[in-house]
């Protein structure tokens, strides 16, 4: 059963475009959620977390939303670039330091 | 650079056959972590070590074993390799309770034939 469901599973964007990438969680003990980026043959890669009392989070070109009642969370590129291309996995915080993970999304952004 | 080291990076095995991998980290952090990442499935945790002396099973412990050596250092041992347990498995440490994110390894790429 996965804990968080994460989509789409892949994603294509234009340069300059903004790529959604949406989380769904069941759990409501969960109480933080962040989002990785992984490139190939690299680990994943802490990009911005959030916690369930904020509604929405902004560190440079990245922007996650929260939606406590929904149960739903998600990210936001602003202005993609190329260099974005690579795997965003979410991720969500059960008891104190066990995270579930989502499936991925592979985003390719095209130039 | 301060982080999470992995070894080995690329591994085969044959069918039965044993190993180790090991984990091991440089900024003090309590907690220990081994997942494995398989196309479709995400990030699956296997193993934990939420103190040095602690081990406690993931959503995935079928196969495997883990030593927590000191508080740097966090094993996984294949006992008997399976096809099945072809993945890419990573490491990673943080901090107990504080909610931050993990730091992981680069990952150890295993082929089990």
């Known amino acids: 059963q996965q804990q968080v469901k994460q989509s789409p599973q892949s994603l294509i964007v234009q340069k300059g475009g903004i790529p959604i990438i949406n989380c769904a969680y069941e759990?409501?003990?969960?109480?933080?959620f962040p989002w990785y980026q992984q490139f190939p043959g690299k680990g994943p890669a802490l990009l911005i977390a959030?916690?369930?009392?904020?509604s929405e989070k902004k560190e440079g070109r990245f922007t996650i939303s929260f939606n406590k009642s929904a149960k739903q969370f998600s990210l936001h590129i602003m202005d993609s670039q190329p260099g974005d291309s690579a795997t965003y996995f979410c991720?969500?915080?059960?008891?104190?330091?066990?995270?579930?993970f989502g499936t991925g999304t592979s985003l390719t952004v095209i130039p | 650079n301060a982080g999470v080291t992995q070894t080995p990076k690329f591994q085969v095995l044959k069918t039965g056959q044993s190993m180790t991998l090991q984990c091991a980290q440089d900024?003090?952090?309590?907690?220990m972590y081994w997942y494995r990442q398989d196309p479709g499935m995400g990030l699956r945790l296997i193993y934990y070590?939420?103190?040095?002396?602690t081990t406690d099973k993931g959503e995935v412990p079928n196969g495997y074993n883990v030593s927590r050596l000191n508080k740097r250092e966090f094993s996984l041992r294949l006992e008997s390799a399976a096809p099945s347990q072809t993945s890419v498995y990573f490491c990673?440490?943080?901090?107990w309770g504080r909610g931050y994110g993990y730091t992981f390894g680069s990952g150890t790429r295993l082929t089990v034939v």
């Open positions: 990673a440490s943080s901090e």
């Open positions: 759990n409501t003990a969960f109480d933080y």
């Open positions: 959030i916690r369930p009392d904020v």
């Open positions: 991720a969500a915080l059960y008891t104190g330091n066990q995270f579930y």
């Open positions: 900024m003090n952090h309590n907690s």
């Open positions: 070590s939420a103190s040095e002396g």
